[in-house]
């Protein structure tokens, strides 16, 4: 079956301009998260849905940042005026259930570059 | 909060060489343990977890690691490394309990040489 896709696969932002991150995940999985990974470093936690809920957005870095998963299926993660700083690759994974001992299931990502 | 240290970088082997990949974690407790595989371009697939149990984790591809509680380590190994095992590796470490967040490592990157 077909895993978690994400789109677009590179975007390049001028500084300033707002972009959209989709997240399409395994059909049926409950969890879906989105994690920023920064060149060099492992992926960093930045928000968690329980089906259309959001019930984590402790590791979004600023305001800038806003995710939605209005259906409890595809998810966007929205980054309002872009800043150099948030230049990575951003992944979503999903999971059958709640919790760690559901194996999260990582989409190729989407890496943004901004100038 | 737990933590998770990959003191390598980067590890150069040879083809057919064994392989061992460090991985040092920080949690007040036994913790759930996890190491992933990134090939480049794809996302992260999981190798092998541990939750509790048998310290000697089974993995997909030919992978196994060990958790040594008096370590705090869980170190990834492999007896004989192929080409296509070129790959950036993590580890990650995530709270018992309710926690659904796993805290990563920056990862090691593997080279293989023929």
């Known amino acids: 079956g077909a895993g978690v896709s994400q789109s677009p696969r590179y975007k390049v932002a001028k500084r300033g301009q707002d972009v959209a991150l989709r997240c399409d995940p395994i059909?049926?999985?409950?969890?879906l998260f989105w994690y920023q990974q920064a060149l060099g470093q492992g992926p960093e936690f930045l928000t968690y849905?329980?089906?259309?809920?959001?019930?984590?957005k402790s590791g979004l870095p600023s305001d800038r940042f806003f995710a939605e998963r209005p259906e409890g299926s595809v998810s966007t993660l929205k980054i309002q005026r872009t800043q150099q700083e948030d230049s990575a690759v951003y992944l979503c994974?999903?999971?059958?259930?709640?919790?760690?001992?559901?194996?999260?299931?990582f989409g190729p990502g989407t890496r943004l570059t901004v100038t | 909060a737990q933590s998770v240290t990959q003191p390598d970088i980067h590890i150069t082997v040879s083809e057919g060489a064994s392989l061992e990949l460090r991985c040092n974690y920080s949690?007040?407790?036994?913790?759930?343990l996890f190491w992933y595989v990134q090939s480049p371009g794809q996302g992260l697939q999981l190798l092998l977890k541990?939750?509790?149990?048998?310290?000697l984790v089974q993995g997909i591809k030919g992978f196994e690691a060990e958790f040594k509680r008096s370590q705090s380590s869980f170190n990834l190994r492999k007896p004989s490394v192929h080409w296509s095992d070129a790959a950036e590796y993590f580890c990650?470490?995530?709270?018992?309990?309710?926690?659904?967040?796993?805290?990563f490592g920056r990862g090691t990157s593997l080279i293989v040489h023929p």
């Open positions: 541990y939750f509790s149990g048998d310290t």
């Open positions: 949690y007040g407790a036994t913790p759930y």
């Open positions: 994974a999903s999971s059958l259930g709640t919790g760690l001992r559901y194996e999260q299931y």
């Open positions: 059909s049926g999985h409950v969890s």
């Open positions: 849905f329980q089906n259309e809920a959001q019930l984590d």
């Open positions: 990650a470490v995530g709270a018992t309990g309710g926690s659904y967040i796993p805290t």
